[in-house]
């Protein structure tokens, strides 16, 4: 069977992600369709070794598409999945404007796989954070042998979580710092050129940001709602790939090594973690691959039964792209979904 698959933002990071992952992991589509805004309007995209021309959302006709994969914003999702949803095609939005919503699935495959069943709602499922997807994906194995009570986290975010105007930005105030100019801060509220930047997102009352709370929210919708979770999200100079240090506490007893085989045996992930110079991931390395990456697994003195580990992830692809595909898999792996037109 074969799939006709729209991509909604095609001419962004997470979008050409997805058009590139969707041909590297063969899915298996009758066609595939590029669409953006009426000002990108016959932008080229690459799919595979094909060219694709983007045609314009706000006119196209989803009533003969299958699967929706929407990475446009916000604004843009909470108009339009309903729309598309309601012509019978599954949309898996990768904006935060669904996360949340009760009757809208919020899926990381490694961890919640069945909750994709309940699409039929709204014909939406949500896509996680990117800061979210690669922590619970490290988390689940872990919680299923010996339970989380609590997680502190903090991220080491890069400038791509914030779209092309983030790598942007840090590639020309790298360029201004070297040759003496100005540097100009528009995208960031500072300077993140050789600087790191301890807020993402917006302020909350409570003083922590929105990109913190989404990690708390969206923890306790895909894992466990029993966890308790506080996040510092922090935007670093890296072009691609997002880093955590994570410190968990968990209800039972559990070593570092008993933790290590866990990990290693869990699906989505990557062990690389010798206690030696260079024997650990770093985003430069997870950059390009679809794995979720754990090194420096030890435990920690200040708490019974405590954990601290180093999770490294490339934020464009399981973060974002290659995680909604793992979605899309998803539905036709436990045949929650037909193609609307049949192979000639």
Same mark, same amino acid.
């Given at each position: 069977m074969a799939y006709k698959v729209a991509v909604v933002g095609a001419t962004g990071n997470v979008g050409r992600e997805m058009l590139d992952i969707l041909a590297e992991r063969r899915f &298996?589509?009758?066609?595939?369709?590029?669409?953006? *805004?009426?000002?990108?309007?016959?932008t080229e995209v690459s799919f595979g070794d094909r060219t694709l021309k983007c045609k314009a959302l706000d006119s196209y006709d989803f *009533?003969?598409?299958?699967?929706?994969?929407? *990475?446009?914003? @916000? /604004?843009?999702? %909470? =108009?339009?999945? &309903?729309?598309?949803g309601a012509q019978g095609c599954v949309v898996i939005d990768n904006s935060s404007a669904w996360r949340m919503d009760p009757d809208v699935p919020l899926v990381v495959p490694e961890v919640n796989a069945g909750a994709a069943a309940g699409f039929t709602k709204k014909n939406i499922i949500a896509n996680p954070n990117c800061s979210t997807a690669q922590l619970v994906v490290a988390l689940k194995p872990l919680h299923d042998a010996a339970t989380i009570k609590r997680v502190v986290v903090s991220?080491?975010? /890069?400038? /791509?979580?914030? @779209?092309? =105007? @983030?790598?942007?930005e840090l590639f020309a105030q790298t360029r201004s710092v070297f040759v003496s100019n &100005?540097? =100009?801060? %528009?995208?960031?509220? %500072?300077?993140?050129?050789f600087n790191l930047i301890p807020h993402i997102d917006v302020f909350m009352e409570d003083g922590f940001t929105k990109e913190e709370w989404k990690m708390v929210a969206e923890t306790k919708k895909i894992l466990d709602p029993k966890i308790k979770l506080v996040a510092t999200c922090v935007r670093v100079p890296v072009f691609i790939g997002h880093s955590e240090a994570v410190n968990i506490e968990f209800e039972k &007893?559990? /070593?570092?090594d008993e933790a290590r085989d866990i990990l290693r045996a869990a699906p989505g992930l990557l062990v690389i973690d010798k206690r030696e110079a260079g024997g650990y991931i770093t985003p430069h390395e997870?950059?390009? =691959?679809?794995?979720?990456?754990? *090194?420096?697994?030890?435990?920690?003195p200040t708490v019974d039964n405590g954990l601290v580990l180093w999770c490294v992830s490339d934020n464009l692809r399981k973060g974002a792209a290659l995680n909604a595909i793992q979605i899309a898999e998803t539905l036709l792996n436990r045949k929650l979904l037909a193609p609307k037109?049949?192979?000639a």
């Open positions: &298996p589509v009758s066609e595939v369709v590029a669409l953006a *805004s009426s000002r990108s309007v016959g *009533s003969d598409v299958d699967i929706c994969l929407m *990475s446009a914003g @916000g /604004s843009v999702s %909470k =108009e339009w999945a &309903p729309k598309i991220t080491y975010q /890069s400038v /791509s979580g914030a @779209g092309k =105007e @983030g790598m942007d &100005p540097v =100009e801060a %528009k995208k960031f509220p %500072k300077r993140i050129a &007893p559990i /070593s570092a997870a950059a390009g =691959e679809d794995a979720t990456y754990v *090194s420096r697994i030890r435990e920690d037109k049949k192979a």
